[in-house]
């Protein structure tokens, strides 16, 4: 199992708020560009994402890399695999997370209402993983580009006027290593689908959706 339930492709905006429970949790705050953890550490903690996001990374054999997943804010990040993680993870911008020792959770004391969202969490991150690996392997560029922007703009997407607006703290970069594509390649899908006035770009970060029907019907692969 990787590390994480994030982003792929079934989170919506209605995963309970987790701001509520800050102040009788442990909290850990991170800058961007800081790791919380290392492929290979001993996973002794899981994190859950309060505010901020996430970027969690592998390095192939072929020394390419593979980002895994962004944890959004209501995402759970720090699953083991054979009690170390295996991914890297670092913030791209000023992140807090909710603290829980691995050993604590591991008990049959405790915290059940904590236990219950963290075993959704789980269930959660396999769902997405098989979402996103169909989607690696399936679709187009246009057609993966487009997913991702919808899913972004179904969890963090706000309202600007008749239109939704999403921002993407991640590089051009990370988006194609999480869709499989080159760098190019997502700078020139996203070229494509501004001329076709599917979206719009608001400097570089900012991406505002136009026609969101024609963006699904691009995502879903319809003619």
Do not use: W
Request: net charge positive; glycine share 8%; proline share 5%.
């Amino acid at each position: 199992m990787y590390v994480t339930a994030t982003l792929p492709l079934m989170q919506t905006r209605s995963i309970p708020p987790l701001r509520p429970r800050i102040a009788r949790q442990r909290t850990l705050t991170i800058k961007p560009g800081k790791h919380l953890f290392l492929e290979g550490d001993a996973a002794d903690k899981i994190y859950e994402v309060a505010t901020g996001v996430l970027r969690l990374t592998r390095i192939m054999e072929d020394g390419r890399r593979q980002v895994i997943a962004f944890g959004y804010p209501g995402d759970t990040v720090g699953f083991p695999s054979d009690g170390r993680y295996h991914t890297d993870c670092d913030a791209l911008v000023p992140s807090t997370l909710i603290v829980h020792r691995r050993a604590d959770l591991e008990t049959a004391k405790g915290d059940a209402a904590l236990h219950q969202r963290l075993l959704r969490a789980a269930l959660r991150e396999i769902s997405g993983m098989q979402d996103h690996f169909m989607m690696l392997g399936r679709k187009s560029s246009v057609e993966k580009l487009a997913s991702f922007l919808l899913v972004l703009t179904d969890r963090v997407g706000a309202p600007l006027g008749d239109f939704d607006q999403v921002n993407l703290p991640m590089t051009r970069g990370d988006i194609a290593d999480f869709l499989g594509l080159t760098t190019e390649t997502v700078s020139r899908t996203f070229t494509q689908l501004r001329k076709s006035q599917i979206i719009a770009i608001d400097h570089i970060n900012t991406v505002v959706i136009l026609k969101p029907t024609a963006l699904r019907s691009i995502a879903e692969g319809a003619d």
